[in-house]
């Protein structure tokens, strides 16, 4: 990045994204960009959406991961009636924001949200991320799928 640009809460969290939560998701076999990544599984979409809570200040970005799977023809059949619509509607056969899958002493957390400012260095809240995706939002997602490919 340029010393002299500036940018914005929303440019700053598309930064972040791209560059430090998109490559690791990627890793982790999903496909998509902007907020949304996707994987298919046997029938099922498993997703992992970046949920930005509203108002966004003009200083800052706050967010979380929200979880869900879909059925991968109900999908299909949304694409046909939305073809121009870019992500998956409908309602999700599970969700789960990742606060409610992770667990302190035993209990889930309830809610889980981080907030980037403009500027800030975000490294290690990316890394922070992906270890939260890896620990507790991967095995949940597999845990869903599983049960419903018995």
Not at 111 to 117: A, D, G, P, R, S
């Amino acid at each position: 990045m340029e010393p002299d640009v500036r940018r914005g809460a929303q440019e700053w969290f598309k930064l972040m994204v791209d560059t430090g939560l998109a490559p690791a998701f990627r890793a982790f076999g999903f496909t998509g960009a902007g907020r949304t990544f996707r994987i298919p599984v046997h029938g099922y979409w498993a997703q992992v959406t970046l949920q930005q809570s509203t108002p966004t200040s003009e200083s800052g970005v706050r967010f979380t991961l929200w979880l869900t799977v879909h059925g991968r023809s109900e999908w299909s059949d949304q694409l046909r009636v939305r073809p121009y619509s870019p992500g998956l509607t409908g309602r999700p056969l599970w969700e789960a924001p990742i606060g409610k899958l992770v667990e302190v002493g035993g209990y889930p957390l309830g809610e889980l949200w981080w907030t980037l400012e403009t500027g800030q260095p975000f490294e290690e809240m990316a890394l922070e991320i992906i270890g939260v995706l890896r620990r507790f939002g991967l095995p949940a997602l597999c845990d869903e799928l599983e049960s419903r490919l018995r």
